[in-house]
């Protein structure tokens, strides 16, 4: 972890720690920040604002799919090696030039992504019912497949008591 992550991570704990807040949200964490001193980054410039907004919308874009007549993401996004850790690109699932790798390299980094939330969830669960030893511990089911076939049936899965 960065020294500059290890700094802010003090200054949200101490901006806790002096507020006595148990929530609080990132804007009131700045502003203490910036009254502390903290240096304010330049603002991002026109063309990364609107690179993000091109991202986000074709992240967004759905089609219909006409075999299931269910929807589908259009664009992915891979990382292609040796271009950084930042570079994204994307392509068109409908593109018929569309590498197999492609789509490949894609869904293993969204199933990557669902891993490490599943596996990041399970230590916050283990430690939080580590430290509240006299409540009932919360548990959450890690199998996805019932939740994942109820949503494709077009159902929401019956609301059940998580433990």
Excluded: C
Excluded at 14 to 28: I, R
Excluded at 105 to 120: D, F, I, L
């Amino acid at each position: 972890m960065s020294q500059r992550k290890k700094e802010i991570q003090f200054i949200i704990a101490e901006f806790q720690e002096k507020t006595g807040k148990v929530d609080f949200n990132m804007a009131d964490v700045v502003e203490y920040a910036k009254s502390k001193g903290w240096p304010i980054p330049p603002p991002i410039s026109g063309e990364e604002r609107l690179a993000k907004e091109f991202s986000q919308a074709a992240r967004e874009e759905t089609r219909e799919d006409i075999k299931t007549g269910k929807p589908y993401r259009v664009y992915h996004a891979f990382k292609p090696e040796g271009k950084g850790q930042s570079v994204f690109y994307w392509f068109n699932i409908d593109d018929e030039k569309a590498p197999r790798k492609f789509m490949m390299k894609s869904a293993r980094m969204y199933r990557e992504q669902m891993v490490g939330e599943a596996v990041q969830l399970t230590l916050d669960l283990e430690h939080w019912n580590n430290i509240h030893p006299t409540e009932e511990p919360i548990t959450m089911p890690m199998d996805f497949r019932p939740d994942v076939l109820w949503r494709l049936k077009g159902q929401e899965q019956p609301t059940e008591e998580v433990s």
